[in-house]
Each structure stands twice: as structure tokens, then as C-alpha cells.
């Protein structure tokens, strides 16, 4: 499980540094959703928090169990959301960059300098950043934020299978699955699906 040791060494000249990730750069349907957490100077986790990893590596039941404690123990969090309608108009990459800046943008402290999962970011606000690859499995920050972006999304995407219960949004959360497919071939397209995300398998081009 992770520590804070990449973010220690920073701390020795920063107070405010905040981990920033998303979760639903690839399915079909729904929103991207980004999340931003800054945690206390020099914090250590300990209890849950030392369970932290990569939010893909962890249950369901984990990643919600782990949310309340990051937020309590975090300095700072916010959320930032961007819609389907969003991605199709100004593409996936373009909405993961303004979902990550909605969410800096609505830290209610400002930090010093951003950490953000990635190989490339587009800041909307003056503060600088670093972009590390694969960083939900190496930056405690990151990874945090990776928890509080699926937990999100997937609380999101369930309660959207109740307006849209053909689809089964709340097993798979709009990724491209068998059975999601299957849905859209049968049903077509719901309101929350990327009309830019084509389908090979269906024939669309």
C-alpha cells in the first residue's frame, strides 16, 4: 500500500500540495468525474488510509469505506464533473482536463502545486503542476483522489440506472461490457451515452 514518501520531500518547501485524478475517461455513457485532495503537511496515514492503492486495485466496499476517512483526514476536496453532452461536444480529453481543473478550482484552499495522474494537463489555474504516469499507484495524494473520482462516478452511474434500467449502468457504469452492448444494440442509445464514442461491433463508423 502506499505512503506519503513522494510527497514528503516536497513538503520540506510546500505546505499545500494537492493529488488530482478521474475516473471515466472510457465508457460509452455518463460523465468524466475528477477529484482534488490536499492532505495536512507531512501527514502520515494511518488506520484505513494505509490501505489506500490505486482505486482500481480496490473493492468496491474498500473504496467506500475509505472516502469518509479521506475527507476527514484531507485538508482539503472537491469534485469536478463534466457531462456526456460535454465530452461529445469538446472531446474525452479536453473534458478529463476540465473536469480535473473544476475540481482544483473548487478546493476552498489553494495549493502550491498540483499532482495529477497523467502523461499531460491543461491548468486553468496559475499553480504548478507535475504529471506522473501511473501516479494512482505511486503518489498517496493521487491515489486518494482516485478513490474519491470512482466512488463518485459509480454513485453516479447507479442512481442513473434507475431512470435508464435497460442498460444495467449500475453493474458496469457504462463501460463497454457484453451485456452494455448488447443493451445499445437492442435499445439504441440512451440520453447518457457519448453519441463521439463509436461502436466497430455495431458497424458504426
Not at 7 to 26: H, K, M, Q
Not at 76 to 95: F, K, M, P, S
Not at 99 to 108: I, Q, T
Amino acid at each position: 500500500m502506499l505512503t506519503t514518501a513522494y510527497e514528503t520531500p516536497l513538503w520540506s518547501e510546500l505546505t499545500r500540495i494537492c493529488g488530482i485524478d478521474e475516473a471515466g475517461r472510457g465508457p460509452l455513457a455518463g460523465p468524466v468525474v475528477a477529484a482534488a485532495v490536499v492532505f495536512p503537511r507531512f501527514f502520515r496515514p494511518s488506520g484505513i488510509l494505509e490501505r489506500i492503492d490505486d482505486s482500481k486495485t480496490l473493492s468496491a466496499g474498500l473504496r467506500r469505506e475509505l472516502v469518509p476517512a479521506i475527507q476527514e483526514a484531507a485538508e482539503g476536496w472537491a469534485i469536478g464533473i463534466v457531462d456526456n453532452e460535454t465530452i461529445d461536444r469538446i472531446n474525452i480529453l479536453q473534458a478529463t482536463m476540465l473536469a480535473m481543473n473544476r475540481a482544483a478550482e473548487s478546493l476552498k484552499i489553494q495549493p502550491e502545486l498540483l499532482l495529477v495522474d497523467g502523461n499531460r494537463f491543461t491548468p486553468g489555474l496559475p499553480i504548478p503542476f507535475r504529471t506522473i504516469v501511473k501516479g494512482d499507484s505511486k503518489v498517496f495524494s493521487i491515489a486518494a483522489a482516485s478513490v474519491l473520482a470512482k466512488t463518485c462516478r459509480d454513485d453516479l452511474m447507479t442512481a442513473y440506472a434507475e431512470k435508464y434500467p435497460l442498460y444495467g449502468f449500475d453493474v458496469h457504469f457504462g463501460y463497454p461490457t457484453a451485456k452494455h452492448v448488447g443493451a445499445i444494440a437492442e435499445h439504441g442509445r440512451c440520453p447518457l451515452h457519448r453519441i463521439s464514442f463509436k461502436l466497430r461491433k455495431l458497424g458504426e463508423k
